[in-house]
């Protein structure tokens, strides 16, 4: 083999590997979570107790709505918020969040329910956590 062309396959073999190690590191930047957080697309049957420990830290009761909805948005967290006016009272002023396959998706599928409710102020007056098997 040339030197010319041993020259080019080490080049093309080190552009491979500063790519790779490039692609690795904005994947881990976009999917590294505070330290010692467990992010909601990571939630299991095993971890779930601790999740929910997680967020009654970081959204204690007295949280405002603005700051609920910060937190919702930071940790890319899919919601549905239900006005003051909505049709049924316990659920009037609320978010809910559901945190789908968290147990094995074939033996024993599950989801996380979590009820953020509000009170009057819109200040967080309840959250509730309901595991869901079906």
């Known amino acids: ?28 930047v976009q999917n590294e979570s505070e330290e010692g957080h ?22 204690p009761i007295g949280t405002d709505k603005e700051d609920v909805e910060a937190f919702l948005t930071n940790w890319s967290i899919e919601y549905e918020y239900f006005a003051p006016d909505y049709g049924s009272e316990h659920y009037a ?3 809910r969040i559901v945190l789908s396959n968290i147990g094995t998706r074939v033996f024993f599928p599950a989801s996380l329910i979590i009820y953020i409710h509000l ?16």
């Open 93 to 95: 002023n609320s978010y």
């Open 38 to 59: 467990i992010h909601p697309n990571q939630v299991t049957l095993d971890n779930m107790e601790a999740f929910e420990i997680q967020v009654r830290r970081d959204l």
């Open 1 to 28: 083999m040339s030197r010319t062309r041993q020259r080019t396959r080490i080049l093309l073999l080190l552009a491979l590997g500063v790519t790779c190690a490039l692609v690795l590191g904005v994947w881990l």
């Open 119 to 134: 009170d009057e102020s819109d200040m967080i007056r309840e959250i509730v956590f309901r595991d869901h098997y079906k």
